[in-house]
């Protein structure tokens, strides 16, 4: 018999306001809710709730609420609740432990503890409803394009042509309205209407959002101008077409969520369009290795970047992305001079489809650390120019984008937030390809839930939303163009931080001058 | 002298004061040499706007006889930093002359440091073993002198440009200037600043202008880009040890002319580049210039309010931000360019001049040598 | 003249418009004070399985089988709305049998009840910010949680 886990969630009903108009019983896929005709009641099974709230979101008399058990083991601080469970679950099972989206463990967040600043006095605040207040950003190497063979010259161009005016030839690189992106999410990982939605919002917005490793289906072809196209290890779904199609080509070489962990689509997920689009056999598991195969060391991922250049004629800014890991500094740097034009990093409270709890939850280190030495060291070696840094792993509001930029970001990276502007809420469940919202399923009726012209109006609303409040701390600041807050670590002060914590963030103590 | 390191309040470079400040400026477009009595008189018309917390000078031309050679201004805390800091200096240069700058005492000018000068040239052999050129191995020198917290900490070049220096002191600048005995050097061009920092411990390296080589900033403002420059700044060797505003604009200037070999015309579209919405309706030349700029080099553009005067080998350049938040007036009369704070430090010393303006944001004006042109 | 319309590729089957339209010809408010332990006479129905689904209810039609067929002169068309008055309607069912939509249903009290697009149900007035009346939003249409049932202004025909 196997050990028995009691349900982390109770349903529960407020019987006076149920009408028993099921639509909690035909909305939820985890088949949670049923209808008892011999008491005409409504009846619930907590074991199978994942508390996704689709049922309480729909119920038209709000009768539903979903509570967390208060079942309780003996406390003890040492075994929580969930660990004891975890437990009992593997010694049933024999598995790995799986889960989904970012880490959600205690661990202290350094940007819920710097404080931004603004003008008083010395230097007038800007008011963006008045003034122009820009948001507009380029990300891709802005010194010149080194030759394969060129050693890194420091020799430096004369700027000007022979009649005089400026030499304005300069790499391949993106434009964005504003510094901030959809991250990667593969189709097959996430559906055919989320990813619609992504890429409707893109264009509207005139940002970028990441096809992940799934290959790029034929319908969203015309949004090219606003994609990022991936290569992963499993090389799903590549071919010229797939790389001339985007503005920006992104090599992954790891995820904040799972670092040093390729991915796994299991081969029910992978069916239909979401096979074809991958060009992988239907219904077979779609395996991404842990590393690449071409790539064991740094000067083989140069001979990646540089086929990727000649592949899309030089006119695409090649992307590489890695997780956040204790190294990354140095390995970001070996990067930038392996001729990418954007390092994208991603910290360790970065989402998933799917992975390892116990490497979620224990592997890799904050962004906001990790975003903090990688520009400090990229400048120390005077290479920051060579490229954007683009970072994500859980910028959850416009304040940790904003703090984000403020320690050397050029852009931003969400994916979490998009999925919740979508539905999401967060029942860190998509490994069970049961989405109740049609985000992270491929189930036709469940896919059907999400209407892509409400997703992108949601996106379009929350990403205008923050852009407004970027431009209001800007304007506080006295700032009216966001190259000028980029790397500006005087805006600001660290609380409750140790004097290590603060030195590797390059930040001052709240109240300390200048 | 005075000795800072007693007390809690934290020297210049330590911590960073926002200010807000008067200029003024004076050129001869046709070279003419004038003596530094009009540009005193016209910065004390606007005492108000300095605290009596800094004020300092640039002059241009004032050192006709050793006019090939670098005019290294120095600060000296103690004989034995002099010792010290001249022993670098001979390591590295030959000099002709050596002296303390003549001053005379003022009742509102104290606690001087020890004020020397050197008209020096680069040793051959030294400058062939660091085999970078000229101008760039006496900015390094300055550079590293200045950053120096340790062995030379009590040394501070102030200017190091040919035919050129800076006279600067805690005070305010009408006093400084009769401290400095201005009016008995002649110039072709001559700007001025009085200081109103907020607070300060009054010390003499944080009176401006700031210089490096040739290149003289004087500026009235308070930049919120001011980190986001400076750490794009230090990736190329400069190291802001002063925290100033001006400093950080003089190294955006020197990096940019200087070493990236951009015009003067092109700097200031970088410092105080156009809105996005105006290069858009640019004609399809201009947009690509402008474009091209802004994305090269975005990392220097000054946000927050500003105006400036930086003085150069033989001309002068007036820039105010993009949103005209600090004043800033100019006008010709027969051979000479003005540009104020105020039109009041103008008419102090040229009550005749006739189309007074104001730039408009981010516009440069530029004036250079007859000669040059 | 304003339809609606529902577009099955977004229609879920979850039968919530039924419920809110049957609430709203209750008068609307507090959902379960009108519905709970009742049948109820929604105006619109969803057809379909859980793959496909659509709602179905009055397609105001430009000639329609229901007012040529009624006996009491109860039906007519209202501003392009076919509306049914209660107060003359004799219960006959002609009009059931003669709307090849199924749309139209007995009340409780047996005289007829049809979509008239929220028309006549004061808790679906849009206001202005005055609190000036400017239209009626369709129960079913507000709260169709897919945006799958719209009301769209289509062109009179003759």
Redesign the interface.
């Known amino acids: 018999m196997d050990l028995y886990v009691y349900p982390e969630f109770e349903v529960v009903r407020n019987e006076k306001k149920c009408i028993c108009c099921q639509a909690c019983s035909r909305q939820c896929a985890n088949l949670v809710h049923s209808y008892d005709e011999a008491t005409d009641c409504m009846e619930a099974d907590d074991s199978k709730c994942v508390n996704c709230h689709r049922c309480v979101t729909l119920c038209p008399t709000k009768a539903l609420k979903i509570v967390k058990s208060d079942h309780t083991f003996r406390p003890n601080a040492n075994w929580s609740q969930a660990t004891i469970n975890e437990l009992y679950l593997q010694a049933n099972s024999g598995g790995v432990l799986l889960s989904s989206m970012g880490n959600p463990q205690p661990h202290p967040s350094y940007f819920d503890r710097l404080l931004l600043n603004a003008s008083q006095v010395t230097n007038p605040s800007i008011d963006p409803l008045r003034e122009p207040m820009e948001t507009k950003v380029f990300l891709g190497r802005k010194t010149p394009v080194p030759p394969l063979e060129a050693n890194n010259t420091t020799a430096v161009p004369e700027p000007y042509n022979p009649d005089g005016t400026l030499k304005t030839e300069m790499s391949p690189q993106i434009e964005l309205s504003m510094p901030l992106m959809f991250s990667a999410m593969s189709y097959g990982s996430i559906s055919y209407n989320a990813h619609a939605s992504l890429a409707r919002a893109a264009t509207q917005l005139g940002i970028c959002y990441n096809t992940g490793e799934g290959g790029l289906h034929k319908d969203f072809y015309q949004y090219g101008p606003n994609t990022i196209v991936q290569v992963a290890s499993g090389r799903f779904g590549i071919h010229a077409d797939y790389l001339d199609a985007g503005a920006a080509v992104e090599i992954k070489m790891g995820q904040g969520a799972k670092p040093g962990i390729g991915g796994h689509l299991p081969g029910k997920k992978n069916v239909g369009q979401v096979a074809q689009t991958r060009m992988t056999p239907e219904g077979s598991d779609a395996i991404s290795p842990a590393p690449h195969h071409d790539i064991y060391s740094i000067e083989d991922l140069r001979q990646l970047v540089y086929s990727l250049k000649e592949a899309t004629g030089n006119r695409k800014p090649i992307i590489v992305k890695i997780a956040a890991v204790h190294n990354v500094a140095a390995i970001a740097s070996g990067i930038a001079r392996s001729g990418a034009d954007i390092i994208a990093i991603d910290g360790f409270r970065g989402g998933t489809g799917a992975a390892p709890t116990r490497i979620r939850d224990n592997v890799g280190i904050p962004i906001e650390l990790a975003l903090a030495c990688v520009d400090a060291r990229l400048r120390d070696e005077g290479i920051r120019d060579d490229v954007s840094l683009v970072v994500g792993g859980s910028i959850r509001s416009s304040a940790d984008w904003i703090k984000a930029i403020a320690l050397g970001a050029d852009a931003c990276y969400i994916a979490t937030g998009a999925l919740m502007a979508l539905g999401c809420h967060l029942c860190r469940s998509c490994h069970t390809a049961l989405c109740n919202w049609g985000i992270a399923t491929q189930r036709p009726d469940l896919v059907k839930r999400l209407n892509p012209e409400i997703g992108t109006q949601h996106l379009v609303n929350l990403v205008h939303a923050w852009q407004h409040e970027l431009k209001e701390v800007m304007g506080g600041m006295g700032i009216n163009s966001v190259e000028a807050l980029r790397g500006n670590r005087l805006m600001l002060r660290a609380v409750g931080m140790t004097k290590e914590e603060m030195n590797m963030l390059g930040v001052k103590m709240a109240g300390e001058s200048a | 002298m005075l000795d800072n390191t007693n007390t809690k309040v934290?020297l210049e470079g330590k911590?960073?004061?926002?200010?807000?400040c008067a200029i003024s400026g004076i050129f001869a477009q046709d070279g003419e040499l004038f003596s530094g009595r009009d540009i005193i008189t016209s910065i004390a018309v606007m005492h108000d706007r300095s605290n009596g917390l800094g004020g300092g000078f640039a002059g241009y031309g004032i050192y006709p006889k050793h006019k090939d050679k670098y005019a290294i201004h120095m600060f000296y805390d103690s004989e034995d930093d002099r010792g010290k800091a001249e022993r670098r200096i001979n390591k590295y240069f030959s000099y002709v002359l050596s002296e303390q700058i003549p001053t005379q005492k003022h009742p509102n000018i104290k606690d001087a440091p020890l004020i020397y000068r050197y008209f020096a040239e680069p040793l051959t052999e030294q400058l062939e073993k660091a085999q970078i050129d000229e101008r760039e191995y006496v900015a390094r020198f300055a550079l590293r002198v200045n950053a120096d917290e340790d062995e030379l900490k009590g040394a501070h070049v102030i200017s190091c440009g040919k035919n050129m220096g800076i006279f600067k002191a805690n005070g305010f600048p009408e006093d400084v200037g009769e401290f400095y005995k201005l009016d008995e050097y002649k110039g072709y061009c001559w700007t001025a600043h009085g200081r109103y920092p907020?607070n300060t411990p009054g010390w003499w390296g944080g009176a401006h202008p700031f210089g490096l080589l040739d290149y003289s900033v004087v500026h009235n403002?308070?930049i919120?880009?001011?980190?986001?420059?400076r750490?794009?700044l230090?990736?190329?060797g400069y190291t802001c040890s002063l925290?100033t505003d001006t400093e950080a604009i003089t190294y955006i200037v020197d990096y940019l002319n200087r070493?990236?070999?951009?015009?003067l015309e092109?700097v200031a579209k970088v410092m105080a580049?156009p809105?996005?919405?105006t290069i858009e309706r640019m004609d399809e030349?201009e947009k690509?210039?402008y474009?091209?700029?802004?994305?090269?080099?975005?990392?220097l553009?000054?946000?927050?309010?500003f105006s400036i005067m930086l003085g150069f080998t033989g001309g002068l350049m007036v820039l105010g931000d993009?949103?005209k938040?600090r004043s800033m007036v100019c006008g010709h009369q027969q051979n000479k360019f003005y540009a104020a704070s105020e039109e009041c430090a103008i008419r102090a010393i040229c009550p005749e001049i006739q189309g007074i303006h104001s730039p408009r944001s981010g516009e440069a004006v530029i004036v250079r040598l007859e000669e040059n042109k | 003249m304003k339809k609606i319309y529902v577009r099955e590729d977004w229609c879920l089957g979850c039968h919530l418009c039924e419920y809110y339209c049957a609430n709203a010809n209750l008068g609307g408010g507090d959902m379960w004070k009108n519905l709970k332990g009742k049948a109820i006479r929604p105006r619109i129905r969803v057809e379909g399985d859980n793959n496909v689904s659509f709602a179905v209810q009055c397609r105001h039609c430009d000639e329609p089988h229901c007012l040529k067929g009624c006996i009491a002169g109860a039906i007519s068309i209202i501003e392009g709305v076919v509306s049914i008055d209660q107060n003359k309607c004799v219960g006959c069912c002609t009009c059931v049998l003669t709307c090849p939509y199924g749309c139209i249903v007995p009340t409780e009290t047996g005289v007829m009840s049809k979509c008239e697009l929220c028309v006549n149900n004061a808790g679906q007035a849009k206001k202005d910010k005055e609190g000036g009346i400017v239209g009626f939003i369709p129960a079913c249409v507000q709260n169709c949680p897919n945006n799958a049932i719209v009301v769209e202004e289509t062109e009179v025909t003759a």
């Open positions: 934290q911590v960073r004061i926002p200010s807000g907020t403002g308070e919120s880009s001011y980190d986001a420059n750490r794009y230090e990736m190329f925290q070493k990236q070999g951009l015009e092109d580049a809105f996005w919405s030349k690509a210039a474009t091209f700029l802004r994305r090269r080099y975005g990392n553009l000054v946000t927050g309010p993009r949103l938040l």
